[in-house]
């Protein structure tokens, strides 16, 4: 590990591996929440469920999300003007200690879409993805970093996080 940024490995011919430890995670977790379909969602219900407050044009595109963040594992249901209440959560998102995460995952969803355009379970799933990984500056435990290059190469695209930046670079001892 190096940095809180970068995990440092080699291969078995001699390479040096440079892994974007936030971008490896974010693929990782990408893959695992494409990977079921709507119905077999692993889903971890909160102890205490998180009380959202937003504004009425969010309150409007957050009404329009609710069947697709269902769908992806979030039971959210409206609980009174502007305020929505969530009980359920993706398992991928983890132990959600901090619910700031939740808030930060629903205002990425209801902020005007700059990107490309991707349907509704394509857009929850990049977002979740890209909040629920290990955060730049986080330092990971030896182990936590064999963890992720391990689970990394199980990916089916282990170049690039799910926004196309890359997750690993590659040295050769040339």
């Not at 440079?18 to 709507?38: C, K, M, N, S, V």
């Not at 329009?64 to 991928?92: A, C, M, W």
């Not at 959600?96 to 929850?124: A, Y």
Request: with cysteine; hydrophobic share 35%.
């Amino acid at each position: 590990e190096f940095g809180g940024i970068y995990i440092l490995a080699t291969t078995a011919s001699g390479e040096l591996l440079i892994i974007d430890q936030h971008a490896a995670h974010e693929r990782i977790l990408y893959e695992l929440a494409g990977q079921q379909d709507g119905s077999g969602k692993r889903v971890q219900e909160l102890i205490t469920p998180v009380i959202l407050h937003r504004t009425p044009r969010e309150s409007a595109v957050l009404s329009e999300l609710l069947p697709s963040l269902r769908n992806e594992g979030f039971q959210i249901e409206e609980f009174g003007k502007d305020t929505f209440l969530v009980r359920t959560v993706p398992i991928i998102l983890g132990k959600l200690e901090d619910t700031s995460l939740l808030e930060d995952i629903i205002s990425d969803l209801v902020s005007p879409d700059r990107g490309e355009r991707v349907d509704n379970r394509e857009r929850i799933t990049r977002i979740v993805a890209c909040r629920g990984a290990i955060k730049a500056g986080t330092v990971c435990t030896p182990e936590q970093c064999k963890r992720v290059a391990d689970q990394l190469r199980l990916t089916k695209n282990p170049f690039t996080c799910p926004h196309g930046r890359p997750t690993i670079i590659r040295f050769t001892r040339e």
